[in-house]
């Protein structure tokens, strides 16, 4: 039995609640108060989670809990300066004096930034990029991901197999084509050609390590290790992450007595989703090495030409591989994760003040006035159901991703003669 637990730490402090605006009379040369403003900075953090009655004795037999949980934490905190800025009209005869107000603090900055409030407070709000369908999708890239990866072992030999066959199809004996090469490289005389041979044989030597070299030096180690792993019932852990990161900049105005101010408004939201299983089952020797029932049951899509190309931008492998059934695999739990990482920096880029105004001191500075805004949000649930997506990340900044196209894409283009 569980019951559900709400925890609340505010943290939220008063910043400002000093005199903001005020003013000299003709009686009374000293400063006298004309209103303020209370601004907040601070963080207010909410945990939502289930206890588990009996927990440790329970998870001494062996008993495996992924409850729901969430947490939110909203953090805000700013520095700088404020404004001044005086009437031009006397505000009386004898003596001359006039009218000023003094922002002598950033609260008038904070007063006009969007908000969040928390019973009888508030902070600055923050600015959310990341929207929910670019979420839902990764949630679903990641869970079919790591559905797909349960009943497999560490290494899959027969995909390795598959994908190694189909990329050295591309080239035809590679010691025949090596011979060719050097009495090729001797006939060339045209400096076109010999750039053409060059990239061709390079693209060919690339693939070859990457996708004939590499794996079977990668493979022996996981034989290795999996040889050295217990045959027999055990439990095993099964993941997958995925991000996605976006940003935004733009600008707010805002109006507070006098002066209306210009502020620079730039936001960065990064979301990461993790997926997990624990399953129980009976693995084999074989299985440890590498070679699976699933890893079997998936290679027809393997054995498909540049499936894996494919594979790099939807997850269709994923998908199939998801739905293809693990029969002995016992499931103990599993479980989506999902937080969110949001900061929100608002900057004073200038402050004008309305007409029958002049400035004495004006906010035009970036460390003038400056509120930067934290917000980070957990939440851990059940998985969602695997589909077909688009992935978030082709992996194009990866080197080794750029080095892969460009040589498939220089072997197929010599195959077409082109």
């Given at each position: 039995?569980?019951?559900?637990?709400?925890?609340?730490?505010?943290?939220?402090?008063?910043?400002?609640?000093?005199?903001?605006?005020?003013?000299?009379?003709?009686?009374?040369?000293?400063?006298?108060?004309?209103?303020?403003?209370?601004?907040?900075?601070?963080?207010?953090?909410?945990?939502n989670?289930y206890?588990?009655?009996?927990?440790?004795?329970?998870r001494a037999?062996?008993?495996?809990?992924?409850?729901?949980?969430n947490?939110?934490?909203?953090?805000a905190?700013?520095?700088?300066?404020?404004?001044?800025?005086?009437?031009v009209?006397q505000?009386c005869?004898?003596?001359?004096?006039?009218?000023?107000?003094?922002?002598?603090?950033?609260?008038?900055?904070l007063?006009i930034?969007?908000?969040?409030t928390?019973?009888?407070k508030?902070?600055?709000?923050?600015?959310?990029?990341?929207?929910?369908?670019?979420?839902?999708?990764?949630?679903t890239?990641?869970?079919?991901?790591?559905?797909?990866?349960?009943?497999?072992?560490?290494?899959?030999?027969f995909?390795?197999?598959?994908?190694?066959?189909?990329t050295?199809?591309?080239?035809?004996?590679?010691?025949?084509k090596?011979?060719s090469?050097?009495?090729?490289?001797?006939?060339?005389?045209?400096?076109?050609?010999?750039a053409?041979?060059?990239?061709?044989?390079?693209?060919?030597?690339?693939?070859?390590y990457?996708?004939?070299?590499?794996?079977?030096?990668?493979?022996?180690q996981?034989?290795?290790?999996?040889?050295?792993?217990?045959?027999?019932?055990?439990?095993q852990t099964?993941?997958?992450?995925?991000?996605i990161?976006?940003?935004?900049?733009?600008?707010?105005?805002g109006?507070?007595?006098?002066?209306?101010?210009t502020?620079?408004?730039?936001?960065?939201?990064?979301?990461?989703?993790?997926?997990?299983s624990?399953?129980e089952?009976?693995?084999?020797f074989?299985e440890?090495?590498?070679?699976?029932?699933?890893?079997?049951?998936?290679?027809?899509?393997?054995?498909?030409t540049?499936s894996?190309?494919?594979?790099?931008f939807?997850?269709?492998?994923?998908?199939?591989?998801s739905?293809?059934?693990?029969?002995?695999?016992?499931?103990?739990?599993?479980?989506?994760t999902?937080?969110?990482?949001?900061?929100t920096?608002?900057?004073?880029?200038?402050?004008?003040?309305?007409?029958?105004?002049e400035?004495?001191r004006?906010?035009?500075?970036?460390f003038?006035?400056?509120?930067t805004?934290?917000?980070?949000?957990?939440?851990?649930?059940?998985?969602?159901?695997?589909?077909?997506?688009?992935?978030?990340?082709?992996?194009?900044?990866?080197v080794?991703?750029?080095a892969?196209?460009?040589s498939?894409?220089?072997?197929?283009l010599?195959?077409?003669?082109?």
């Amino acid at each position: 039995m569980t019951t559900l637990r709400t925890r609340i730490r505010n943290q939220i402090t008063t910043m400002s609640s000093s005199t903001n605006a005020r003013y000299r009379n003709c009686s009374d040369p000293n400063w006298s108060s004309d209103g303020s403003v209370t601004t907040y900075d601070g963080r207010y953090l909410v945990t939502n989670d289930y206890v588990v009655k009996q927990f440790n004795k329970r998870r001494a037999k062996g008993e495996v809990f992924f409850n729901p949980y969430n947490s939110d934490s909203h953090f805000a905190y700013a520095s700088g300066t404020g404004y001044i800025a005086r009437s031009v009209a006397q505000s009386c005869t004898s003596p001359s004096l006039y009218t000023e107000y003094e922002r002598n603090s950033v609260a008038s900055f904070l007063a006009i930034l969007p908000r969040r409030t928390y019973g009888a407070k508030y902070l600055p709000d923050f600015y959310t990029v990341v929207d929910s369908a670019s979420v839902k999708k990764l949630r679903t890239e990641v869970a079919s991901s790591m559905l797909n990866s349960r009943g497999r072992s560490d290494s899959n030999l027969f995909e390795t197999l598959a994908e190694m066959d189909q990329t050295l199809g591309l080239m035809k004996k590679p010691i025949t084509k090596l011979n060719s090469l050097l009495y090729k490289a001797s006939r060339v005389r045209n400096p076109v050609g010999a750039a053409r041979l060059a990239a061709d044989k390079t693209a060919a030597g690339w693939l070859t390590y990457r996708y004939g070299i590499r794996p079977i030096i990668s493979d022996i180690q996981a034989i290795v290790e999996g040889a050295r792993k217990k045959v027999g019932v055990r439990r095993q852990t099964y993941r997958a992450k995925g991000k996605i990161s976006s940003s935004m900049s733009d600008t707010i105005t805002g109006t507070f007595d006098v002066a209306t101010c210009t502020i620079k408004r730039a936001s960065t939201h990064t979301v990461e989703v993790r997926a997990t299983s624990l399953d129980e089952a009976y693995f084999s020797f074989l299985e440890n090495i590498g070679f699976t029932s699933k890893g079997l049951l998936t290679l027809p899509w393997e054995l498909v030409t540049l499936s894996f190309v494919a594979d790099w931008f939807v997850n269709l492998g994923d998908f199939i591989g998801s739905l293809v059934p693990t029969p002995g695999l016992k499931n103990l739990g599993s479980c989506i994760t999902e937080r969110h990482d949001i900061q929100t920096v608002y900057t004073s880029q200038s402050t004008a003040v309305r007409s029958g105004y002049e400035s004495i001191r004006v906010i035009q500075k970036a460390f003038d006035a400056e509120c930067t805004v934290l917000r980070t949000y957990k939440v851990r649930d059940f998985l969602p159901v695997p589909g077909v997506v688009i992935k978030s990340d082709f992996k194009f900044d990866k080197v080794t991703r750029m080095a892969d196209a460009v040589s498939l894409i220089v072997t197929r283009l010599n195959r077409l003669k082109l």
